[in-house]
């Protein structure tokens, strides 16, 4: 397994603990496509964890 880190424009630090997670579907065609509009500043979107 080849692990990646690749912060978004829209990460930040946060002021809470993680208590939950939530699993999220994105509807990309591919994982590389779902990177890319998670790495777009314009997109304004982020995952703490992307898996594919």
């Not at 946060?14 to 590389?32: A, I, P, S």
């Amino acid at each position: 397994m080849k692990i990646e880190a690749v912060p978004s424009p829209s990460y930040n630090d946060r002021k809470f603990d993680v208590d939950m997670l939530v699993l999220h579907y994105t509807g990309m065609q591919t994982g590389q496509a779902a990177l890319d509009r998670m790495c777009d500043p314009s997109a304004e979107v982020s995952a703490h964890y992307m898996v594919w």
